[in-house]
């Protein structure tokens, strides 16, 4: 099938950047590799901040304050001023689409505190934003047209002297590479902490695809070092504790029932605070009890059912045991309010370094990013959209996929992707994860390039192509560690500790180092690490004893 323009993402960003890309006479498809309510988007249960006042100076300067505050000077301030901006007219939309916000006692839509705010600026639907928002934005892109085209897993993208031409797909159902033409393409397929498997609220097939295929196209990333890591997640299932949870009040304890961290402090503090006690010997809880047991239930109702329901804890009677997690990445790929160095190729949401976050990310702007930037990604795709005509596919890439999974499928193997899917999160939270220091680092760095070794010999123990588990769990696998090593490798290169990304061999921030890194691969295995601003360019090869 061949569309103006193809929207890759099922979450917020992709939903609204299809709705803005589709006019009365264009074809507008968006693919997703799950289902449509399987998306970050959809599990983001806390709020999306805004203004909601637009002659609110004073309060969208104090947001446009807390945003950047958080991003520890990496932040870009002009992305973030149109943001905040924007967030009352994204807001009205959202309601418009059939949000339907929590209201107060004057029926105005309801804000509560977030974390690292300094005002009540989050609108929510109860604990279950993302989802509420999400299922509306569906109900919208039908409404206009948008072509949903799910269980379709985006391998690569396709260009004609660096402008955009297509993706090459794999269709679940039958294994087949298919291309599809396009005018225009915007990735939105979510982050990349899924790569920290088993610690992460992440599903698992959050495996930084987009950032993966991005590296393939010669894109940079940006940023890549800086993964967020969620203060409350549950010990046993690492689901999501949303932080709504202590903006209505909840405290933090320890097994001594002490409280030891502001509960609204930003996630990188409250996340290492978390970390020390457990080191320390300690359990640590969320405490509702002291909340009405009304409160709990019209506010957090979600969070309420999954505590009984994953860890058999009554949170209005009893402590719920929680443990830091991997949640959202802030690294992305390099872009100018959506536009990349691809022409034809805008980028959106969390696989995008749009400079709102930096080195940290302000509690409920992630939703309000994804919507903004979405809107902003769409009208772009559709702008450059309508005076271009469709480019040739280059087929010698569309080959080289059909040969990947043609392989995958050729021999017999011994060795587990699901193993290697485990030992990857093992190894990234042990070593790039919270806490961070020279010698692990290359310990992780020597282990992925094992392992990325060893994923060039899996191959499917069931050869049936018929909606094959394994084929697109090896093809994930193979991306995680690309962007694994992009990680590592970007850690290394900040030598101090800043916001997420704390070296506890360089313990203190550096202001040399108050900019970002980007990272390119080179070819397959070799990347090149620069500063943004062009100084420290390193050429970065497989094996750490290259490194300078």
Known sequence: MIYDIIVVGGGIAGLMAAIEAKNATNKVALLTKGNLFKSNSSLASGGINAVLERGDKSGILKHIEDTYKATYGLGD?????????????????????????????????????????????????????????????????????????????????????????????????????????????????????????????????????????????????????????????????????????????????????ERFVDELGTRDVVSRAIAKQIEAGEKVFIDLRHLSKKDIETKLPSLQKAALMQAGVDVTTELLPIKPVAHYSMGGIENKRTCTAIKGLFVCGECGASGIHGANRLGGNSLLEAAVFGELAGKNALSFSEHKELLPIDYNIVAKDVHVVDYIFRDDTSKNFNAMRINLGNVMFKHAGIYRDKEGLEKAFDYLSYLRKEASTLHCTIKDRVNNVELISILELKNALEVAEAVVLSAKKRKESRGAHSR??????????????????????????????GTLMSNFKKRFTNLT
């Not at 225009?184 to 899924?194: D, I, M, P, Q």
């Not at 987009?210 to 890591?229: C, S, T």
């Not at 980007?518 to 990347?527: C, M, P, S, T, Y």
């Open 504 to 533: 506890e061999d360089y313990p203190k921030s550096n202001k040399k180092y108050e900019k970002s890194i980007l990272i390119n691969e080179i070819k397959k295995g070799f990347f090149k690490l620069w500063f943004e601003d």
């Open 77 to 257: 301030k002009k992305s973030i001023e149109y943001m905040c901006k924007r967030a009352s007219y994204v807001i009205e939309k959202l309601v418009q689409y059939g949000v339907d916000f929590d209201k107060d006692e004057e029926g105005n839509i309801a804000q509560r505190s977030f974390g690292g705010g300094s005002v009540k600026r989050t609108c929510y639907v109860a604990d279950k934003t993302g989802s509420a928002i999400t299922a509306a934005l569906i109900k919208k892109a039908k409404s206009v047209g948008v072509n949903f085209v799910v269980n379709t897993f985006v391998m690569n993208i396709t260009k004609l002297e660096n402008q955009v031409s297509g993706v090459v797909a794999l269709r679940r159902f039958d294994s087949s590479v298919v291309v599809y033409p396009a005018k225009a393409v915007v990735l939105a397929g979510g982050g990349y902490a899924g790569i920290y498997r088993g610690y992460s609220t992440n599903a698992q097939d959050f495996t930084g695809d987009m950032h993966a295929i991005a590296l393939r196209a010669g894109l940079n990333l940006k940023d890549m070092e800086f993964v967020q890591f969620h203060p409350t997640g549950l010990v046993k299932t690492s689901y999501l504790i949303s932080e709504a949870a202590r903006g209505e009040g909840g405290y933090l304890v320890n097994s001594k029932g």
